[in-house]
Nanobody
């Protein structure tokens, strides 16, 4: 079975950092792209960042460029999202998702492209 396990969320103050992890299993990691999405209360799910595990190419939403960094450890089947200089506007449930498609940008990708989803991890940033 395909599984994606997201973790690393928490309650932090504005300006702080967090690192989210997404551990994948049940598929050939290198053949997939992983995306991070978030959904704030009352808002639609939006793409944050994504990575093609095959070549490490990355994509970011404009709202997080320069603050967030996505990376993958293919040996551990894990994708990370390093989030720096967090603001209250980053408060949301963060989900990781996987797609067998190859992302070409320039955007992160849309949720409907992604076949598998993790359970989400809550990030709360206080002002």
């Amino acid at each position: 079975d395909v599984q994606l396990q997201a973790s690393g969320g928490g309650l932090v103050q504005a300006g702080s950092s967090l690192r989210l992890s997404c551990v994948a299993s049940g598929f050939t990691f290198d053949d997939y792209a992983i995306g991070w999405f978030r959904q704030a209360q009352g808002k639609e799910r939006e793409g944050v960042s994504s990575i093609n595990n095959g070549d490490g190419s990355t994509f970011y939403a404009d709202s997080v460029k320069g603050r967030f960094t996505i990376s993958s450890d293919n040996a551990k089947n894990t994708v990370y999202l390093e989030m720096n200089n967090l603001s209250p506007e980053d408060t949301a449930v963060y989900y990781c998702a996987a797609t067998s498609g190859w992302l070409t940008g320039p955007g992160v990708g849309v949720p409907k492209w992604f076949d598998y989803w993790g359970q989400g991890t809550l990030v709360t940033v206080s002002s």
